[in-house]
């Protein structure tokens, strides 16, 4: 995951009202603005505020980004549920991007890095390490450490199968889910290089078919697309499939093996400002 910093956001945000004829509800400015920013995920795109779980994050940045234009005044925030392009808005969209960036507005804007920005490229650089750290563990390291990270998310008598083969099952476990509890088995690639494919899931689903009810592949990898899909079959076991970017982004949300060092950061609360209005009363 890699937020754009508020500043890269300006330009795309203004640009996306121009496009939709200088004014526009955010419900359909937040999915254009993000088209500017291919290395955005679907997981960056639904992941929530942790203190905020109502609160999307990328809308969230979208919103400081809009009220910063606003304060510029090349945004008019005086509509609620609508953001206006102003004049000023519109004549920075006529400068020519080279001619910008030899512009002090430019400068001013280049540096204007928030403390959120902060946080976000924090975040993004701590996966970045876990991963890193993931892919220096021999075969059996990860092994183990697949097993920690199993048990600190909630399966139970986990055991790592060791000596010999396995059969394509690295450990199992019980996973409790609800009332029910349920027999979950893994399995561990340290692969940094290839991707895991298909044969590999299907390999693995059918080693522990019949004797467990769940799977859950990781890898400090990725997965290829058939992969993917070959997840979840019907009528057979569904696999929970784990790449290096979705064991990185598990572990700094429940806050397993990384350290959170206290930073206050204000936000306002959306849900506070939300209110259901009868259309009589418009």
């Given amino acids: 995951m890699s937020y754009p910093k508020q500043y890269e956001i300006e330009i795309p ?51 400081w980004c809009r009220q910063g234009l606003v304060e510029k005044g090349e945004i008019d925030g005086s509509t609620r ?17 080279s001619a910008q960036k030899n512009s002090d507005l430019f400068n001013v804007v280049l ?3 928030t403390l959120k920005d902060l946080i976000y490229q924090n975040e993004s650089e701590v996966k970045k390490r876990i991963i890193a750290e993931m892919q220096t563990l021999k075969p059996n390291e990860f092994e183990q450490f697949c097993s920690s990270l199993l048990q600190l998310l909630g399966y139970q008598e986990l055991k790592v199968t060791t000596g010999g083969p396995d059969g394509g099952i690295d450990g199992h476990g019980q996973f409790r889910q609800g009332v029910v509890t349920i027999r979950s088995a893994f399995q561990a690639k340290r692969w940094n290089q290839n991707p895991v494919g298909r ?84």
């Fill in 13 to 63: 945000l203004l640009q996306t009202i121009h496009e939709l004829g200088g004014a526009a509800k955010t419900t359909d400015i937040y999915p254009r603005v993000s088209k500017h920013f291919p290395q955005l995920t679907e997981e960056d795109l639904i992941a929530k505020l942790p203190s905020s779980p109502s609160t999307f994050k990328w809308q969230n940045l979208v919103q």
């Fill in 81 to 97: 549920g609508i953001w206006k392009l102003t004049q000023k808005g519109a004549d920075r969209l006529k400068i020519k991007p």
């Fill in 111 to 113: 540096h204007a890095v």
């Fill in 199 to 282: 044969p590999e899931i299907d390999k693995f689903r059918g080693a522990i078919q019949g004797d467990f009810d769940h799977g859950v592949f990781l890898t400090t990898g990725r997965f290829t697309e058939d992969a993917e899909k070959a997840s979840i079959k019907k009528g057979a076991i569904t696999l929970l499939l784990l790449d290096g970017e979705a064991i990185a982004e598990t572990m700094v949300k429940f806050g397993i093996g990384v350290t959170k060092r206290p930073i206050q950061l204000l936000d306002i609360d959306p849900e506070f400002f939300r209110f259901e209005v009868s259309q009589e009363l418009l």
